[in-house]
């Protein structure tokens, strides 16, 4: 049987073949026209191109402009300066002209080596007479071979379903092959036969759920195609009467023997019946469950396991539409979201609050937790035909902030929107008891609020609040509300009884139903769950917080990388009863330490740099292992998915060094079939060593709330490398936390720096503790941080006037503009690093000098995993987040040198209310205004310096200064005093207290003017 026979015979087993290689599908236009490139080395000859096009560039100075009439297929080279909303995969790339639109005068121009079309101005590119590079194209148009569309038609004499051969491809079947494509984690291409014309016909072969599927095949199984062959081929090449005809409506069809599916009769004709052809269902059954099936494997490709706790069993939803809420909610939706497919979370636990039942939803923080508990509960409620009216509330949802709060109650108005009989109250720190309790009055069906500010509010009005009909109640971020706020819950579960458990006593009086929704699976939380939830449903997305769930305790060992091999020998010792995995961070680490265990042990070693066919026999051999024979696989982390496996009974982390969080928490997943057992026997066990620094804080965290009991001389070790590891940040800010309260909450997980360093942190100007500054602020960042221009300063030992240059200032941005006006000079940086300085184009010709405070993973596209960063606009003082780097510029050095005349301003000895770590928009808003209101020609801003590190000015006060003609000026308003005075914000006494104790342990000198002690 020949390659042609193999793939179109459906009882042949899909193998994919040693002559294939792995590809990229950037676009599909129908199966005879699918561009592709391949994916081994892609990323080292795209970057080698695009040098070439940079130094090519430079060399002969072509960024004037083209006036040569354009063709199509003109080689073009497109530049970085194209149109803002272009997003180019490369400083430079090289294009061929296609269509041109003369209404739009926009040129259609693909991206040769990138796959992708855009849509191009002519000032977006620069013609060229011949191609300058040598290189061949990296995409590449393929066919798939030996097929031709047909489609499906019903015969009117007899209502028969007939497949008929047709010119043309349907848009089902391209939108078929394209949903194929969007499902697959690996595409390999098989080339067969080349045309004259250098164009190559083969087979795609996609791995989706690690199934194989051959394109060709199923698209003959579906109907879309059939095989160019036996018979069809004969009629095609010598039309002749040998075969059965039919005539009917002018239209002639040939009955011939149908050869793509070896389990019918050879006799049976081509125009088979397709209810007879698939026995048990009508075709159009069987592309509807062929098609589900696709858009399942869509999801289940970019989704994993989820663990799930209940006496109940509830289905899962596929799509938004299947939750079956009021058609304006599903538009609500539709406007917010535009997706129609809901997240893992939410097409689990939207059935199991339909069903009433009481819900804990632990995921991560972009899971989906919060958008879908608000769009089950405003559905439920839209759904009712009556709601009570006034103070008797149908919904409490209490948040762990009140920016949190802010966000769900914007939430619940954009889903209700429609519906001008449910209303829904904002109550948190700041607004008047007066005003919330009026709104109360005017009706309240879902109460949003803080628990502290709601058990606050019922002491002065204990008995405006009605909560005998309350249905649903709702604690969001569980896990820190209880863990900051258990007085406030407890007081109002005990005294003002929120939860009272009853029946259901008429129609319009519903049971409570209680919604838990958190990061982290805690032990408060496990215990409010057992005293106030019946038959809860606890959905789990994270697998780390499943183990927690699940009460697994880890054993850690933290020691020095020498002698870990042999510690790994001695704890399996004679293990061979229990399914054993053991991950690496790398490639180098993982083939040591197989290397080692060899002389011992059975052992599968997965990595990156071996086949899929390997990772797939590595699997097939781990699943078909007898207890008291299994082997032990050793894996890195970017094989894990691939090899899908969920039935590990001891997990064992080598190495921890992982710059994503969410790496160290996917090896959990290897545990997943244990953990959905009643009773769960797995183990644990972690390596720590010297050169696992990356996660170590986070890591070491989550030991804890895992149970490890930690020595104290582990502690004393913890806290020194700790330490040790925060100096390390030298290139990082000091966390924005630490500045405005003098810790950072999130110390654990924070990427910046809650250490100060003396060689690093060292004043940029002259000003000292107890002057008196005059600024000019440029930006308010939130209610106690600013950027701001200093004009001048008051020394306080002197009481000298020492102004700053305002032509300085100008000149500086004068001579950053001047730079970059030479085209030339826009160019990119090669090298991004944390706190260096590049330049921005933040709009149409206007350029910044920008320090980079972060660098995260952005989302990957077609090409390649995009990095992100957050930067600092130094000469504004504004924070931009998440810059694509390729966006940053290079600087010289003279220009990147020159001194900023921004300042960081932290108000001292203030926090927002209730113990909250983020100011609220309220706070935001007041303070904003206050600058506006007050500020004026005749006004400026002054402060008193408790303390000046860098570029961070810390001021005691910040106020109003009046210029008064023939006087001293007037110093009046104090921000701290109106935020202070109107509830947004609380005194903190330990604020300059803190940073002084990191002064101290930073080793700088002592100011007279601090208590540094």
């Avoid at 090449?237 to 002639?252: A, L």
């Avoid at 082997?631 to 094989?639: F, M, R």
């Avoid at 809650?754 to 440029?778: A, R, Y």
């Avoid at 408790?946 to 023939?966: A, D, F, P, R």
């Amino acid at each position: 049987m020949d390659s042609n026979d193999e793939f179109c015979n459906n009882d042949y087993k899909v193998v994919i073949p040693e002559t294939s290689f792995s590809v990229k599908v950037t676009n599909v236009k129908n199966p005879y026209c699918i561009r592709i490139y391949k994916t081994k080395n892609y990323i080292k000859k795209s970057n080698l191109i695009t040098t070439k096009l940079v130094k090519y560039m430079k060399k002969e100075k072509l960024y004037s402009k083209n006036n040569d009439e354009l063709n199509l297929g003109d080689l073009v080279i497109v530049h970085g300066k194209a149109s803002q909303n272009v997003d180019l995969p490369a400083w430079f790339c090289r294009g061929i002209i296609g269509h041109f639109n003369p209404m739009t005068m926009r040129y259609n121009v693909l991206l040769i080596d990138h796959g992708i079309s855009i849509t191009l101005l002519k000032d977006d590119f620069i013609s060229l007479q011949h191609d300058i590079i040598s290189d061949k194209y990296l995409t590449s148009v393929i066919g798939i071979y030996n097929i031709i569309p047909t489609i499906i038609k019903k015969k009117e004499s007899t209502n028969e379903f007939i497949q008929f051969t047709t010119n043309k491809w349907t848009t089902k079947a391209i939108k078929f092959i394209k949903e194929l494509i969007v499902a697959s984690s690996i595409i390999y291409f098989d080339s067969l036969v080349c045309d004259e014309y250098g164009k190559y016909y083969g087979e795609l072969y996609l791995v989706i759920n690690n199934e194989i599927i051959c394109l060709s095949k199923t698209l003959t199984e579906n109907g879309y195609a059939t095989c160019l062959k036996g018979d069809l081929l004969k009629l095609i090449k010598e039309p002749n009467n040998k075969f059965k005809r039919e005539s009917e409506n002018n239209i002639t069809t040939y009955y011939i023997q149908k050869v793509n599916d070896s389990n019918l009769q050879k006799n049976k004709d081509y125009t088979v019946n397709l209810s007879k052809y698939h026995s048990r269902e009508s075709n159009a059954e069987y592309k509807e469950r062929f098609h589900e099936k696709c858009s399942n494997a869509i999801i289940e490709n970019r989704t994993r396991k989820v663990l799930v706790y209940s006496n109940v069993l509830c289905k899962t939803l596929n799509f938004v539409t299947d939750a079956q809420f009021p058609a304006e909610i599903h538009k609500a939706w539709d406007s917010l979201v535009q997706s129609s497919k809901p997240k893992k979370m939410q097409s689990y636990i939207w059935p199991a609050i339909k069903q009433k039942l009481d819900v804990v939803a632990i995921g991560t923080k972009d899971s989906g937790k919060t958008f879908g508990y608000t769009f089950a509960i405003t559905g439920l409620l839209a759904a009712r035909d009556s709601l009570p009216e006034g103070n008797k509330p149908s919904v409490l949802i209490l948040c762990a902030s009140s920016s949190e709060a802010f966000s769900v109650h914007s939430l619940c108005l954009e889903f209700l929107q429609s519906y001008n009989n449910i209303n829904t109250i904002l109550a948190f720190t700041g607004k008047s008891y007066r005003s919330l309790a009026a709104e109360i009055y005017n009706g309240c069906q879902i109460l949003v609020s803080t628990p502290r500010f709601l058990a606050e509010f019922m002491r002065t009005y204990k008995d405006l609040l009605n909560f005998d009909s309350l249905c649903h109640l709702i604690l969001d971020s569980a896990d820190v509300i209880l863990d900051k706020y258990y007085a406030s819950i407890v007081e109002l579960f005990g005294k003002h009884k929120i939860i009272k458990n009853r029946e259901i006593q008429n129609d319009e009086l519903f049971p409570l139903q209680i919604i838990f929704s958190a990061r982290y699976f805690t032990t408060p939380i496990r215990t409010l769950v057992q005293k106030v939830m019946y038959n809860p449903y606890i959905c789990i997305t994270s697998f780390l917080e499943a183990v927690i769930f699940k009460s697994v305790q880890p054993k850690m060992y933290l020691l020095n990388s020498k002698f870990k091999l042999q510690k790994v020998l001695d704890i399996l010792d004679n293990e061979n009863k229990l399914k054993t995995m053991i991950i690496c961070t790398t490639i180098d680490e993982a083939e040591e330490l197989n290397s080692f265990l060899l002389k011992h042990k059975q052992t599968l070693l997965a990595h990156e740099k071996k086949h899929l066919f390997e990772i797939q026999a590595i699997k097939e051999i781990w699943e078909i292992s007898v207890p008291g024979h299994y082997p032990i696989i050793i894996s890195t982390d970017e094989v894990l998915s691939d090899l899908n496996i969920t039935d590990v009974d001891w997990l064992i982390h080598y190495s921890i060094s992982l710059h994503v969080q969410t790496k160290f928490n996917f090896r959990f997943s290897t545990l997943m079939n244990n953990l959905q057992k009643k009773t769960t026997k797995c183990k644990v066990t972690i390596f720590v060593n010297e050169n696992d620094n990356i996660q170590f804080l986070s890591i070491i965290n989550t030991m804890k709330r895992m149970g490890v009991v930690l020595s104290d001389d582990m502690l004393l070790n913890i806290e020194r490398i700790s330490m040790s590891l925060d100096k390390c940040k030298r290139e990082y800010p000091i966390c924005d936390k630490v500045k405005s309260l003098g810790f950072c909450p999130n110390k654990t997980s924070c990427v910046f720096r809650h250490c100060i360093l003396s060689d690093i942190d060292t004043p940029m100007t002259e000003i000292e503790t107890g002057d008196k500054v005059k600024f000019i602020i440029t930006y308010v960042h939130n209610a106690s941080h600013f950027s701001a221009r200093v004009v001048e300063y008051v020394k306080a030992s002197t009481l000298e006037r020492i102004e700053f240059s305002k032509n300085e200032y100008v000149m500086l941005t004068s001579k950053i503009q001047n730079f970059y006006g030479n085209i030339d000079n826009r160019r990119r940086s090669a090298i991004i690093t944390v706190g260096d300085i590049y330049g921005l184009e933040d709009s149409i010709e206007s350029f910044k000098r920008v320090q980079v405070l972060q660098i995260k993973d952005g989302k990957s596209n077609h090409f390649e995993s995009m990095e992100i960063a957050d930067v600092r606009c130094i000469d504004t003082g504004n924070i931009l987040n998440d810059i694509k780097v390729q966006k940053l510029l290079w600087l010289p050095e003279e220009l990147s040198k020159l001194p900023a005349h921004i300042v960081e301003i932290f108000l001292v000895g203030i926090a927002p209310c209730d113990d909250e770590y983020e100011w609220n928009n309220c706070a935001n808003e007041i303070a904003y205004d206050w600058f506006v209101k007050n500020l004026n020609q005749y006004s400026y801003t002054i402060g008193e310096v408790s303390l000046h590190l860098s570029n961070v000015i810390w001021t005691n006060t910040l106020e109003i200064g009046t210029k008064m003609i023939g006087r001293s000026d007037i110093i009046g308003l104090s921000l701290k005093t109106e935020l202070i005075n109107k509830h947004y914000a609380v005194v903190n006494k330990d604020h300059m207290q803190n940073i002084y104790t990191l002064c101290k342990k930073g080793g700088l000198i002592k100011n007279n003017k601090c208590d540094l002690e």
